[in-house]
Structure formats: structure tokens, C-alpha cells
């Protein structure tokens, strides 16, 4: 969890000098609307023998029947909240229960204590205890009954942590502070060193002296500002001087001198929340062998028993470490990084000290030349190769001799999240953190051209939104994050239900925060929405399937000079300007282009992964698009172009340099593979951003979707041998203060074969039926129409008929109507729908035209009679029992239920009931829709005592067509709220300040009859 980057990644330049790379590498391994949810068929097939491993689709409708019926595998997950091991062994039981009936696939059992009010004992109930062993084992007794997989969290709350270490151990993170002392020039320093300018944490109990340095400001300015200003040439090792934490010394004549001591300690950092353990946890060094040794050590003695061992090799989950959120007031340090900096930079950091010393993550010092940059930047390279070599890759061992994956959050600190993303088995991002799209774009470029199948993705957090987030909300921002790579959401969260001090509903890992309400969601019964909770479940489950299916494809990638994901910049022009016409593009590193996928064949960029159609080079978006580049990067740029492959380079690329500290004839060598570069007949440079469609067009580069301008449609594309899958969503987050708009336009989509037909995928019902209204262009694209509500999602697979999807190809499709609707009917005829009467033609791919007929059609009624029988859920005799009162009101018009009197502060689940007549007319060539017009939060419709399948909870339209009869009808709507407008009332203190929400059918609702007439096609 990362709510906000450590460091300004705008500011300080922090990119790669990569001398470690290849050994790092090998140590790593080497149409008719398609609105979605209107269809009212529901697919009963045999579960999936298919797992999530990126599995291909097979001959004999194996992708329908895994897609009607997703394996656990690939469901949607919950973080566990636990309070440490204060849990009881039923509840555990019951509640696996819970989220497998649900429709989840599986847990991450996290110990987050930030809410209790009370003490929990850690010594008897503290994470790593025997209590915290046994519940565990029952939790992976218990989910492999359910066939649900259970990931474990690294160690308690987050960084990584154990007990039984202190600040001064070698394993703990360490961090190095400074003192100064101000020497006018020509006077005498004689006494103990300069205390550090921070103070340390008060169980750091001894501080190594690192080094001593005197070095000269500059003259003119003040040796007290900040940063200070320091003659870098000036700069003198004082260390052989030091006796005792003592220095003699005098200052030069000149000037004034600061006399800098740098300190190492440990930095004290514990996991988040009160404490775990007994006796404390402290963070580990992730950058050494002793920190990531005191974990597994930790592991292996105290929680993997033998049960255990055998449980989770049953359930195949996965280790979790959160993002990397190393905390100090100081300067991160680690020991040995000095001799390493040296070895792996070429040159001694011991000169360059002052300018990597941090106070409250600001640099103290700066050199008066141009090396501040770049010198920061070589440090946190070596701190991303001691990350990687240190802590990832032996994790990743360990879990693997486990039988578990390893899921990491691999960005925080200025390090290569991208890199580490294509080394880790499922990298992972978060909803409430990240910024933009662009940032999860960063990590999935790493897992693609890893070879990875998996982006997860911690999905639903907000600030301020507990017992107060909507489903509505969730699933809008969530589609977009699958547009941009993400395919496992990981949900935060499902709280145990009790814990000591908690009040109703029960206990949750984030609220009360700090005297408010805190973070959302804690999920799970204690929401009036669970019961409508299996049906988005579903959904995500087959979203989810389709999205870890074959490979992900991008159009364009994006090289960058620095592998950092969560800054929130974004590509140039592709995010701005390419996104909305279809263009779509990942993230590359520099070290991703070291990793054995990282090939030309045929024109392509990665041809077995993403398959890139061109590069894109600009300069460093971190540091004010500087023209740098490495020099064996720019050697491997030179190389593709060579082989043919398409490269854009933004701007005049004359002043180029490298990013780190050059050597002798660096800078010189580079400009000379710039210029060798740029006389590639397959690269193209433009001046500036704008002028990047000069050099799509001179590239003769088409993008795999095509659309005109829209600025909410994304989409993502993934293919396998058998199939391409498309994905469209409807932003109706991404643009500040946009509430969303309804979106209806051509796409082109590009094909491998002439012979493929579109399907479209309905994941909310698992149905896949052939798409009836397209048109198959000269040039073998299909184009076809997407009609989206606000968040609305819609899939499309192109497939021969036969192998991918059983059954013979479709005997016609229409390219157009005069009618509102064209689908097939079962027996393979032409069948319109419309809600006016008259006679429609219909023009076929064929030329052809055919024409059917609507007789009379009933006029739409307007539904405002309803009588609303509510459930107030108030708090009962315990913190997690709800008492359910039920309240009936008779309703003239529909309004929210603040405006009710009954139910101003309710909150709970609305059964709303009326009835409509149909008359002699009401045949079986008619049907129609309810139109439900605003709800608050999901609803559920039943149809003369007829539940209908689960439908589209972001397009509130729902076909009932199927369900209606001559005569009277009873149409029930359920309705399900959030807790919020009760606990305004019940726990003011928290919740009070919070405006009610609008609960309930709002409406306006109504019933719209739609004629239906059959031709011969």
C-alpha cells in the first residue's frame, strides 16, 4: 500500500548507468450496439479444466465453457484483514465461506491493526506466534476445501519486518546521518565530531562513524542555507584524522569550510500499525543478504511447520510484499554499498558523499557543477541491483521451493520498478496510489516483456470512502486499470469480523482512521450489497479470464531513461493524443532491453510478447526531458533499426549525454551512436511531440484498434493462437470532474485471418454469441459500433467458427439497419427489434437486403406506483451483529430515501414492487425493457417471481422481454445501499460529519415495449 510517492520523481534525476545488468538478467532467468449487460440469456457450462496460467484457448469450445464458469484461479481476491492472530478458528472458517460462496477466488491474509482501539497481546497473539501459526493452517485447511487460494503477507503489516531483531542488528535497515560543523577559513576545528542533524530512533543504540569530511562552500553564498552550495573539487577525507568520534583539524585560509561526519545507524523503522510482535518487529535491510537472511531464517524456525508446508503446497498461492516504503530522515543507506558503488559504477562514491545526504527527504548539499544528478542517479542504481540481487531474487527462490509465487508491489524509493516487475512472478500495482494509467502501463511493460502473465492490482482503496464506497464507483475506476494491463484485482479489503474495541459493523483495518471515517472498503456481509456481491463477482471473474488469456499486445512502446512506476507522467503524445483514436503503448526500461525477449523479427519490437509495431525516444520526462541515453542502449537502439524496426526520437538529440557520471569520451561516444541512429532509414525525428503523427504517417505504422476522437473509450487487446481479444471500456474516471458520458462509436479492428468472425463475450452472463452487425472491410479489418454507459465494459474475441467456438461460421451478418437492434435468433434467421411499428430494411455483407416487419407496439409506461418494503440495518447486541428492521412505505414517485421520512438515516436492502398490465396485444413478438433510470448502489430484478441472471450494474437497462406475460405482471427491483446513512447516526463522532447518501431507486423508471420481427437472411 502507497498512498503517495516517497521522493519527487520530477525534480532529482535518479536513471540508470547499468554495468551489472546482463548478470542481473541471467541471475533472473532468462453492428448492432454492443451495449454491455442487455443480454438475457444466461450460460449454464461445466466449470473450467483450464487454470490462469495464461492458458491457450482449445479446440472444442474449452474458452466458452472456462469463460461461462472461471476457475478460482482467476477470480478476483479479497486482502484478509486480520487483527494479528486474535481470531478464532470458526469465524475463520465461516468467512472463507463467505467470500468462496460469494464468488472469489481467494484471500491475502494480512495482519493490519491500524483501527484497534485496544491492545492486542502480541506475545500470545502477535503475528509469527503459534496462535498466528494455527490460524493460518486453518484458514489453508479450510480454503482448500473451498478451492480458493490463500497468499500470505511477508511479514506483519508493511516493509518487510521480523521480530527478534534490533535496529543495531546487521539484518535491520539502516540509514546514515550527518552532522556539520561550520569552520571559517584558516581557524581550527578540535573536539567531537558534528551530532547528526536528525535525531536517531530510541532503540538505535550505537552509530558507526562512516566518514569525515571537510569541503569548501562557495563563495558568496551562505554555509547555512539549504541546501548548501559545496566547491566539489574542495571536497577533503578528513576519516584517517578521527580518534574517538574526535577531529583535529584547521581549515584552509580560504573561505568557509563545513566539517561533515556521516553516521551509520539503524534507522528504527517498525511495520505500520501498534505493535505485531513480542518482542518488536523491525524493517530489514532489503538491500542486503542479512536483511532478506533474517526473514527466510525467521520463517523457517517459527511459522513454516510441517502442516503448513504441506497446506500451502495444496492451495498454490503466493508470498506478498507490499511496495517498498523505506522511511527515514536521513539518507537510505545500506552497509557495504560503497565498496558495491565502486565496483559497479567505476569510480568511488566516497568524494561524492555530501551530495547523496538527506534531511527529511531533501538533499542538504549540492556541488557547483553539473554532477548532482547524475551521481544521485548511479547511487539509486545500485540501490535497485541490491534490491533486485539481494531480496527479490532470493524471495522469489525461497517461495518458489515453497510451491508459491512471489506477488510484490515493486515500486517506491527512485528504483526500476519496471525491471523488477519482468522479474517477479505477479507484479503488482494500486488503485489508491497510483495516479494515472500510465503508471500500472510502466509495470505491465515489465511483466510483458518478462514473459509474465499476471498484473494485479489492489484494487478499490479510497481515502475517506469507508462504509461509503459504492460498487458503482469501485467498478468505474477498476475497468479503466484493466484497459491498461491490470488482469487480477486484488480487493482492499475483507475484515475479520471482530476485534477488541471495534464498533458495529465490526472490526476493519482502516476505520476509524486518525479520528475519521478512514479508508474504504471493508467488504464482506456486514454490507447490504453482499447478496448482490456473487453477480459482480462473476463478472470480474470472466473479465479477469479473458484478460489472462494469451499475450498482451500494445501498439507503440515507450522507452524510458528511468524504470520508476507511480510518478503519474505519461507517454509523449500516445496518452494525450494517441489513446484517443486507439493508439496503445507500454513502458520500457533500460534493462528491460536486456531480457531474452528483447528481439526484431519481422518488424516487431518483442514479437513473442507485446509485438511492438515501433520504439518512441524522448528525453527524460523525469528531469525536464534532458537528452540522455546510455550508451548501450543507444547500441541496441542501433541494432533494431538495423533489423528494420520503427523508431520515433522527440527533439534535437545534438546536446546528448549520459544520465550517470561519464567517463573519459562518454558523452563523445554517445552523440556518435545518436547520430548513427538517426541515419536509420527505419527511424524518424521529429522536433517535438506534436510533430509525432509526421512520423506515424512517414513510418506507415496502423494501429491494431482504430477509432475517431473519443476521450473516454479505452481498451485493451490480448491474443492467443486461437483468438484476439478486445476489451472496451468507458472511462468515466480518468478525467477530473467528468461523471461520465454514454459513448456510441465505429471501431476497426485488425485481423490475422480473413476468415475470423466476431464474437461478443457478455461478462455478466458468460453468454458468447457471433456478433450480428459488422462489416468486413476490403483490407480484411472489421469494423463494428461500441455503445457504452459511464463504466460500461464490452469484450470481443475474432475466431474461426469451429475451433475456438463450436458450431459452424454464421451464415450472414448485417453491415446496417433502419432499426434500432439486428440479432440472430436461435435458428440462425435475421431477427430487428425496435420500439416504433413499421417495416425496416436490413443491408447485409452480401449487398443484399432484406426487410421485416413490427406490427403494433405498446408505448412506453412510466413506473411510479411502487410500494418499498426497506430493511434498516442498525447495530445489534454485539460489534458485528446488525439487527434488521423492515419498514414498508407506498411510493407515488420515486425519490432517494433521505427525502423518505421513514428512512432518512437507513441503510440496508429496498424491495421495491409494483405491477404493470399487459394487454391482448402483448404477444410473443414483443418485449421490452426496463429502463431504471438512477440507483444507489446494486440492485437485482425479479419478474413475476423469476429472478433474472445477474445484469449490467453500471447499465441500469434490463431486458425482461423473456419474463413478461399477458395480463398483470409484478416487477420487484432490490436495491442494496451502503452503510453510510446509518452510521452518521450510530457512530456521529466518526461518521457524523459525512453527507447522507441519495439511497435507493430514484428512477426515473420505465417500461419500453420493442416490437420483434423475423427475416429469411
Known sequence: MRHAPGQDVGIEDHSLRRRAVLKMAAAAGAATALSAGTAAASAAAEASTTTAGGAQAKPGGAFARSFASPAAAVRPKFRWWWPDALVDADEIRREIDQIADAGFG????????????????????????????????????????????????????????????????????????????????????????????????????????????????????????????????????????????????????????????????????????????????????????????????????????????????DTGGALFEDSLEIETDATLWTPGIMAEFERRMGYSLAPCLPVLLQTREKYAFAFDDATNKAIRRDYMEVVTELYVENHLLPVRRWAHGLGLQLRVQPYGLQTDAMYKAA????????????????????????????????????????????????????????????????????????????????????????????????????????????????GIAGYLSRVQRVLQTGVNKADIGVLW?????????????????????????????????????????????????????????????????????????????????????????????????????????????????????????????????????????ALGLRRDVEYAQSSMLLHNHRSDTEADYYFFANDAVSKKGSTGTPISHDVTLTTRRPDVVPYVLDAWTGAIEPLATYTRLDDGRIRLRVTLEPGATTIIATARPGRWMPGPAPRWNATSSQASEVRRAKDGRLEIRDTRPGTYATTLQSGATVSATIKEVAEPMALTRWTLTAEDWTPGATASSTTRTRRTVELDGLRPWPDIPELADASGVGRYRTTVKLGAAWTGGHGARLELGEVFDTYRVTVNGRALPPTDQLTPVVDVGPYLRRGTNTIEVEVATSLLNRLRVSNAPVFGISKRQNYGLVGPVRLVPYGRSVAKA
Request: contains cysteine; negative net charge.
Open 423 to 534: 522479474l517477479l512472478d505477479q507484479p503488482e500495482g494500486e488503485s489508491l496510489g497510483f495516479k494515472n494509467l500510465d503508471d500500472f502501463r510502466c509495470l505491465a511493460g515489465g511483466r510483458d516483456m518478462g514473459g509474465k502473465l499476471v498484473l494485479s492490482n489492489e484494487a478499490g482503496g479510497t481515502a475517506g470512502g469507508a462504509y461509503a464506497t459504492t460498487w458503482d464507483a469501485t467498478l468505474k475506476k477498476l475497468v479503466t486499470q484493466y484497459a491498461a494491463g491490470v488482469n487480477q484485482a486484488v480487493f482492499h479489503g475483507f475484515a475479520y469480523a471482530e476485534a477488541p474495541g471495534a464498533a458495529w459493523p465490526g472490526y476493519a483495518a482502516f476505520s476509524p482512521y486518525k479520528g475519521g471515517a478512514g479508508y474504504g472498503e471493508a467488504w464482506g456481509p456486514r454490507q447490504p450489497t453482499w447478496g448482490h456481491v456473487p
Open 106 to 313: 481467494g484471500v491475502e491474509i494480512a495482519a493490519v491493526t491500524h483501527s484497534v482501539s485496544e491492545p492486542i497481546d502480541p506475545a500470545r497473539h502477535g503475528w509469527g506466534t503459534p496462535a498466528w501459526v494455527g490460524a493460518v493452517e486453518t484458514a489453508l485447511r479450510q480454503a482448500k476445501k473451498r478451492d480458493i487460494v490463500v497468499d500470505l503477507t511477508i511479514g506483519p503489516a508493511w516493509p518487510a519486518a521480523v521480530p527478534g531483531i534490533t535496529p543495531d542488528s546487521s539484518s535491520a535497515i539502516k540509514e546514515l546521518a550527518h552532522g556539520v560543523a561550520v569552520v571559517p577559513g584558516g581557524t581550527d576545528f578540535a573536539g567531537p565530531l558534528p551530532d547528526p542533524v536528525t535525531a536517531p530512533d530510541s532503540d538505535a543504540k550505537t552509530r558507526t562513524v562512516r566518514s569525515v569530511q571537510a569541503a569548501r562552500v562557495v563563495a558568496g553564498t551562505s554555509p547555512t542555507a539549504f541546501p548548501t552550495r559545496l566547491e566539489k573539487d574542495s571536497v577533503v577525507d578528513l576519516t584517517p584524522h578521527v580518534r574517538d568520534e574526535r577531529l583535529e583539524w584547521t581549515a584552509p585560509d580560504d573561505g568557509a569550510w563545513l566539517v561533515i561526519a556521516c553516521y551509520e545507524r539503524g534507522s528504527g523503522q517498525r511495520p505500520e500499525g501498534p505493535a505485531h510482535t513480542a518482542p518488536l518487529s523491525y524493517v530489514v535491510d532489503h538491500f542486503s543478504e542479512a536483511g532478506t537472511r533474517a526473514v527466510i531464517d525467521f520463517w523457517e524456525r517459527r511459522i513454516l511447520t510441517p502442516r503448513m508446508r504441506g497446506l500451502l503446497r
Open 561 to 697: 531513461q528511468k524504470g520508476y512506476a507511480g510518478s503519474g507522467l505519461g507517454a509523449s503524445w500516445f496518452s494525450g493524443d494517441g489513446i484517443p483514436v486507439g493508439w496503445t503503448h507500454l513502458f520500457l526500461s533500460p534493462r528491460l532491453l536486456s531480457l531474452p525477449g528483447a528481439v526484431v523479427r519481422g518488424g516487431r519490437f518483442a514479437p513473442d510478447g507485446p509485438a511492438f509495431k515501433a520504439l518512441l525516444v524522448d528525453g527524460d520526462v523525469m528531469i525536464g526531458r534532458e537528452h540522455t541515453l546510455q550508451p548501450d542502449v543507444a547500441e541496441k537502439l542501433v541494432g533494431y533499426a538495423k533489423k528494420g524496426l520503427p523508431i520515433i526520437v522527440v527533439g534535437d538529440w545534438k546536446d546528448g549525454h549520459v544520465p550517470g557520471l561519464p567517463g573519459s569520451g562518454d558523452n563523445e561516444h554517445l552523440r556518435e551512436l545518436i547520430a548513427e541512429l538517426l541515419a536509420q532509414p527505419s527511424v524518424f525525428n521529429v522536433p517535438d511531440r506534436p510533430d509525432v503523427p509526421r512520423a506515424i504517417a
